[in-house]
């Protein structure tokens, strides 16, 4: 009996883990999200193609419905509603001053979506939605005439309004698992929705949708192999999201099974209720508010292959050693993986993207740090900031391909050139900054020059004899 149970719960651990893998994964995303924004509200980039969009939405923003891109489509649209609109909504936030800045801090997201709305990982959809009359999405809008209806309907939602620093003074994930009838949207989802703060304000709410269908899916993959029972999805109220059973042919939990499991849900994180025809085991999720079950009944345990009761016991110990392989193995794997993602994230979080240089606020926090240093000890510090001449006529005249070519080989220039302690990063467009500890005025200067010249004999292959 207890090599039985142990069974049914070992498989179900294996299963609420993965699914708990991936459901972190996303969550991360979203925080890596939140956090990126913020980096982008305290320090915006300072660069052409932002002011213009930032000076298209200070235009349009009284219109009734507005949309603000980027060329080339490299990034998400961003749409809007009038301001009249927010300034009849007691929620939002009416001639917000940082909106501007909210907006390119929007279009920097945007970008991030962009590049990876293919990795979804149950991740149905993701968007921002702003206190202050506008969102982005990852699902595009069929036509304009539908930025009204879409920011009614997600301001109203209980993942929105239920962001407030009230309702949610730990400012983490709050779920909703049956939202309202998107158009946007062609089967059931689960939202995951985090608050944007910003200079102690809540600004607005990063939401990922997770598709029912998908998380079917897994649980279907999941009993594959000749397992028997059936998983099942609830949330936090009991009501069913998912199963792995075929077509609609559901274990179903009666009333008096629903307040017992209510009941055990109280005192512990998994557990077992022992039925007279079928043993239910759970275990409640880490990353998402709801539990997972795995239902067998005494029909599919009598039809094993079991024989007598010393060949089950037997046959029972192999899977239970075979499954804490298993688990082991997995955890083991997804440990690596995740440990592997997060230095992938953090290196992606410092670094600039195109050059492989820091980027600007990972080279003004370093740089903060080594100037200290420096202060505390007496010891002389240089900084070397530079760009590069006629850049812009590059852009015009060869294309962004071209200028990014030069600022890649600039890049890799200064990166060779420099000495191993110093700081180099881009702070923006085709300026550069270079922190020299240790180093006088004069030899300063002499970097520079050493620098100037190294730039000035390279030359960039584009195509043909240019």
């Keep these: 009996e207890e090599a039985y149970v142990a069974n049914q719960r070992n498989n179900l651990a294996n299963v609420a883990h993965e699914m708990d893998g ?18 982008a509200l305290e320090q915006p980039l300072d660069i052409d193609v932002l002011r213009s969009a930032s000076q298209r939405y200070l235009s349009q923003r009284h219109q009734e419905a ?14 809007g509603v009038s301001g009249s609109v927010v300034g009849n909504n007691p929620i939002l936030l009416k ?47 069929r036509d304009e005439s539908q930025v009204m209806t879409h920011y009614s309907q997600a301001i109203s939602a209980l993942w929105f309004t239920r962001q407030s620093q009230r309702n949610n003074p730990g400012r983490g994930v709050i779920w909703q698992t049956f939202p309202d009838d998107d158009p946007q949207l062609e089967e059931q989802v689960v939202t995951a929705s985090i608050p944007l703060d910003f200079a102690g304000y ?63 849900f109280v005192h512990d994180n998994q557990g077992g209720l022992r039925l007279l025809t079928r043993y239910i085991s759970w ?23 079991f024989g007598t009761i010393t060949i089950a016991l037997t046959l029972m110990w192999v899977l239970f050693t075979l499954m804490l392989l298993l688990s ?19 290196w992606q979080a410092w670094h600039d993207a195109l050059t492989r240089l820091l980027n600007r606020g ?31 006529r590059i852009n015009d005249r060869y294309g962004h391909q071209a200028g990014d070519r030069v600022l890649s080989t600039v890049a890799s220039t200064l990166a060779s050139t420099v000495r191993e302690g110093d700081l180099l990063g881009r702070v923006g467009g085709e300026e ?26 390279r030359e960039v292959f584009l195509h043909n004899n240019v």
């Design 22 to 39: 991936l459901l972190q994964f996303n969550i991360d995303r979203m925080m890596f999200f939140r956090h990126g924004m913020q980096s």
């Design 66 to 79: 507005w949309r603000v891109a980027l060329p080339h489509r490299r990034t998400l649209p961003v749409f």
């Design 95 to 141: 001639d917000d001053p940082l909106a501007a800045d909210e907006l390119m801090a929007t279009l920097e997201l945007g970008y991030l979506l962009n590049l990876t709305q293919h990795d979804r990982d149950f991740a149905e959809r993701m968007q921002y939605i702003s206190r202050s009359g506008f969102f982005t999405s990852t699902l595009p809008l």
């Design 202 to 264: 809540w600004r607005g709410v990063l939401a990922m949708d997770f598709s029912v269908s998908e998380i079917k899916a897994f649980l279907v993959s999941a009993m594959q192999g000749g397992q028997e029972g059936e998983y099942q999805l609830y949330d936090s109220h009991l009501n069913l999201l998912a199963s792995s059973a075929p077509g609609n042919v559901l274990t179903l939990l009666s009333p008096r099974e629903q307040e017992l499991l209510s009941r055990a």
């Design 283 to 305: 275990a409640k999720l880490r990353n998402f508010d709801g539990v997972l079950l795995r239902i067998h009944t005494l029909r599919e345990g009598v039809r094993g292959n």
């Design 328 to 346: 082991w193995l997995v955890i083991r794997r997804m440990v690596r993986n995740m440990s592997v993602l997060q230095t992938s994230l953090e």
């Design 362 to 392: 990972a080279l003004f926090e370093q740089a903060m740090a080594v100037a200290s240093a420096c202060q505390r000890s007496g010891r002389p510090l240089a900084v070397i900031q530079l760009d590069l001449d006629h850049f812009k």
């Design 432 to 457: 550069f900054c270079v922190v020299l500890p240790n180093t006088t005025l004069q030899d300063a200067v002499a970097v520079a020059e050493r620098l100037r010249q190294r730039i000035q004999g």
